[in-house]
């Protein structure tokens, strides 16, 4: 079985409405939060930049809490901008939902592939896993893959899932001998 990887190669873009320039893309830039204490109850943002017009907005993570609620670790990450910490917040289905934005993954992750040869034994089994949940069509990643064209891939690919369905979990795969 030959393993397959999606790894992220940036931080996606945020699909979200600018209040200036009525663009549709933002980034975290750097990753930066923000703590504002009110007496005994804190609120997180993080700090997100338009593309467009560089204005900067906030992504509400959590308002009004305890400072007693917080995990100690996390409030350290917090006020160090820690980037694994930005990225698992930015990476957060209920942050997005919250704050309405979807993610643009578009030229932000790569497919990484062990260099084997095809031609050796048939049929092929391959198990692509995600690192991260970049949702991508499969008849797509695996074209790329295999530098195949996607009707090529509908041809002879086997798979349990839909090939034309965006995912984001792994999911396993047989290429077929060429007819």
Not at 10 to 19: A, F, K, Q
Not at 23 to 34: I, K, L, P, V, Y
Not at 67 to 88: K, M, Q, T
Not at 94 to 122: K, V
């Amino acid at each position: 079985m030959l393993p397959w990887v999606v790894r992220r190669t940036r931080l996606p873009l945020l699909s979200l409405r600018c209040v200036d320039c009525r663009s549709q893309s933002a980034t975290t830039g750097e990753g930066r939060f923000r703590v504002n204490a009110s007496g005994k109850l804190l609120d997180v943002w993080l700090l997100v930049r338009c593309v467009s017009c560089d204005r900067t907005s906030k992504l509400t993570v959590r308002e009004r809490a305890t400072v007693g609620s917080f995990d100690p670790a996390e409030l350290d990450g917090y006020h160090a901008n820690d980037p694994e910490l930005v990225a698992a917040t930015l990476l957060d289905p209920l942050l997005a939902r919250r704050n309405r934005f979807t993610l643009d993954w578009q030229g932000a992750w790569r497919l990484d592939t062990p260099p084997a040869r095809l031609d050796a034994a048939w049929p092929v089994q391959v198990a692509v896993v995600f690192e991260d949940p970049v949702p991508v069509r499969p008849e797509r990643l695996i074209a790329h893959g295999l530098g195949f064209s996607r009707s090529e891939v509908l041809r002879r690919i086997k798979c349990d899932i839909s090939l034309r369905r965006p995912t984001s979990a792994g999911f396993t795969f047989i290429v077929m001998m060429r007819d």
